[in-house]
């Protein structure tokens, strides 16, 4: 597994699914279930390695102003989402996050662009795969940080710092 792999069965799983995010997190752990064991666990990883990479300030304010607040949960769920957009929305989204209001689906804004599983999805395959236990998974040690990275932002500054998602979810 490799990071062009990843991206090609978050694609195959986006368009197998017709819009739909929770069709997409069954269509992909029906992908995962398709590959060896070590695959699903490097797919685990590689999804915390952007998953960690999208821990940042500017999505926060991106996530809050799409749905109107945005708690630490809800954070992590919109971040699953941007990762099941695909590499060019994530990767766009990371460097201009306002960029979003342009590659949000009328689907995705009937759900904040939050969606729960994205971060079990893979080691649920695996425990399929190896009829082991949660706890068995094969888990990489990880220096999460205390705060997100980049400005933090106050919350009267959004609709100036995001004017395109502004315009549009507000």
């Known amino acids: 597994m ?11 799983s986006r368009n197998a699914s ?41 999505l926060w304010g991106a996530a809050y102003v799409i749905g109107g607040g945005c708690s630490d949960d809800s954070f992590d769920y919109f971040r699953g989402w941007l990762i099941s957009r695909g590499e060019k929305v994530y990767k766009t989204a990371l460097a201009e996050p306002d960029s979003l209001a342009s590659a949000i689906e009328e689907e995705d804004e009937d759900i904040d662009c939050q969606v729960e599983g994205w971060q079990s ?28 990275a980049g400005e933090e932002w106050d919350e009267d500054d959004l609709d100036r710092l995001y004017p395109k998602l502004a315009k549009r979810f507000s």
């Open 121 to 148: 999805v893979a080691v649920d395959a695996w425990c399929r795969k190896t009829t082991q236990a949660r706890s068995a998974f094969p888990r990489r040690q990880s220096n999460w940080p205390d705060d997100p």
């Open 18 to 58: 017709d819009g739909d995010a929770e069709q997409q997190l069954e269509e992909l752990g029906i992908l995962l279930d398709d590959i060896s064991a070590d695959e699903i666990a490097e797919f685990h990883h590689i999804f915390y390695a952007y998953f960690l990479e999208s821990y940042t300030w500017p």
């Open 2 to 12: 490799d990071n062009l792999t990843f991206w090609k069965l978050i694609d195959k």
